[in-house]
């Protein structure tokens, strides 16, 4: 069964730290494109971070840049996110996708709220 599930959210004050994790089952995360994206309430679902499956070339939303960092353990089947320097403006449901152009398979999302 092919999943994709989330963990690491949770309620941390501005300026503080979280790591989220998306750890796959079913299929091999080494061959595809892996993602994270955000969805604040009332707003669309945006791409915050990715990495590429050859390579690891990384690319990240400018609101984020300097203070998050994607990366991959495909060992693990594994993709993760550090989170750092967190700002009120970062609360939002945080998903994981794989994506290989052919398949593209979806988390249920991780819940990030940051608020003193």
């Known amino acids: 069964q092919v999943q994709l599930v989330e963990s690491g959210g949770g309620l941390v004050q501005p300026g503080g730290s979280l790591r989220l994790s998306c750890a796959a089952t079913?299929?091999?995360?080494?061959?595809?494109?892996m993602y994270w994206y955000r969805q604040a309430p009332g707003k669309e679902r945006v791409m915050v971070a990715r990495i590429l499956s050859t390579g690891g070339s990384t690319w990240y939303v400018d609101s984020v840049k300097g203070r998050f960092t994607i990366s991959r353990d495909n060992g693990k089947n594994t993709v993760y996110l550090q989170m750092n320097s967190l700002k009120s403006e970062d609360t939002a449901l945080y998903y994981c996708?794989?994506?290989?152009?052919?398949?593209?398979?979806w988390g249920q999302g991780t819940q990030v709220t940051v608020s003193s």
């Open positions: 079913g299929f091999t995360i080494s061959n595809y494109n």
């Open positions: 996708n794989a994506w290989s152009g052919s398949e593209d398979y």
